[in-house]
């Protein structure tokens, strides 16, 4: 895969300060998403709710995007909701920003949700929604300097993006406690021991690095990728369905292109090259 820098993807001109953007773009099977309202340390306004759902739909509706990758070219990855802006729709109780059931939710909680891997590179200010929007990943890196906060009990708020799940499902009770009920500060390396990031990079390296997670997710097979990923989330649930599943979903694969070029290139020792 050829080195793919930061700049291919972010457009020349600022995005508005008051809507912020979400920018995306697929280059060599990889669907970047970044967010894009440096200015306001990336906080969610109304319309990025929605265009960051958009995003998410384009990649998963594209047939060429094998993977995505969610990152900011800015020093922060994400303040959380920007409340000035999002005040009116939470006292009108109206919660479609977040819930709009015509688009791929980017939490992975209503439908429809993702088929297709997900990447999350975090750094700088990751509070909130941006916490929220990590722990929905299939995979989340971390720069060294990430500073990591659950903010919503000093503001009020419940978490409402899936943190009171999947927070507890990887760092324990107690250790999702301290931050959930407190809204204390932690750091990567705090993150790493809870489980919650799964590697910590230096700066320069961190978007190299989950470019180079996704060019390793590229070149598997883009079958057996989704069904691995419908099989664990149905073990989630329930583990005795995802195993009568085995079979079944095996029997579907060896019957499929990709199983013959797998066992092709076993057979004549080379890497697999699998249609996209």
């Known amino acids: 895969m050829k080195k793919i820098s930061e700049n291919l993807i972010k457009p020349m001109e600022d995005a508005d300060v008051l809507k912020g953007r979400i920018n995306r773009k697929l280059i060599q099977n990889i669907f970047f998403i970044d967010i894009d309202r440096p200015l306001k340390m990336n906080g969610f306004t109304p319309y ?5 759902g958009k995003a998410f739909t384009e990649y998963e509706n594209n047939n060429n995007a094998l993977c995505a990758i969610v990152y900011t070219s800015g020093d922060n990855f994400c303040a959380g909701m920007d409340l ?11 919660h479609s920003y977040i819930n709009n059931n015509k688009l791929i939710d980017p939490l992975g909680l209503n439908s429809p949700i993702r088929s297709k891997p997900l990447i999350v590179a975090v750094k700088g200010i990751t509070f ?8 929905a990943a299939d995979i989340a890196i971390a ?17 409402t993006g899936g943190a009171t799940i999947r927070f507890v499902e990887r760092a324990g009770w107690s250790n999702a406690m301290k931050y959930l009920l407190t809204g204390m500060k932690f750091d990567s390396n705090e993150a790493f021991r809870m489980n ?18 996704a060019g390793f997710i590229c070149s598997a097979s883009p079958d057996a990728i989704k069904e691995v990923i419908k099989n664990s989330r149905i073990a989630q649930i329930n583990q005795k369905s995802a195993i009568n599943e085995f ?3 095996q029997s579907k694969l060896i019957k499929g292109n990709d199983f013959k070029e797998g066992l092709k ?3 004549e020792k080379r890497e697999p090259y699998f249609r996209k």
């Open 143 to 159: 720069d060294k300097n990430t500073t990591f906060a659950m903010l919503e009990v000093k503001r009020g708020l419940l978490m």
């Open 48 to 52: 990025m709710f929605e265009e960051i």
């Open 265 to 267: 290139s076993f057979l």
């Open 247 to 249: 079979d079944s979903v």
């Open 84 to 94: 000035k802006e999002m005040r009116n729709l939470l006292e009108k109780n109206d």
């Open 196 to 213: 919650l990031v799964q590697e910590i990079h230096k700066s320069n390296d961190l978007f190299t690095r989950a470019v180079e997670l």
């Open 128 to 135: 909130t929604y941006g916490l929220e929007l990590m722990l």
